[in-house]
């Protein structure tokens, strides 16, 4: 299960002002698929992009990073809800 970045100048602006992390979401492989097919697609839909959230970015997918092992504890996709592991991880 992949970490994917959320990025763009809007990220950028948003993690200067709040000193906050970088901006990213858990999802699970098939969520990943289609998101893949239309870089975007999730962050209107996507926690924490709502209302006083992080930004969405306006590159869309960038590519995934580094995460916690999802089997340590109890990670779910952003988009679908359904649990991660490590098995499964793409
Ligand atoms: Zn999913």
Same mark, same amino acid.
């Given at each position: 299960m992949p970490r994917v970045e959320n990025a763009g100048p809007s990220v950028d602006d948003w993690a200067r002002s709040t000193g906050g992390p970088s901006s990213t979401f858990d /999802?699970?492989?098939?969520?990943? !698929?289609?998101?893949?097919?239309?870089?975007?697609? +999730?962050?209107? #839909? /996507?926690?924490?992009?709502?209302? !006083?959230?992080?930004?969405?970015?306006?590159?869309? +997918?960038?590519? #995934?990073?580094?995460?916690?092992?999802?089997d340590s504890a109890h990670y779910v996709c952003a988009k679908c809800g359904k649990k991660l592991t490590e098995e499964r991880d793409g």
């Open positions: /999802l699970c492989d098939d969520c990943r !698929g289609l998101l893949l097919m239309h870089p975007g697609r +999730y962050f209107k #839909e /996507l926690p924490p992009y709502g209302e !006083g959230g992080e930004p969405e970015g306006e590159y869309g +997918y960038v590519g #995934e990073v580094a995460h916690p092992n999802y």
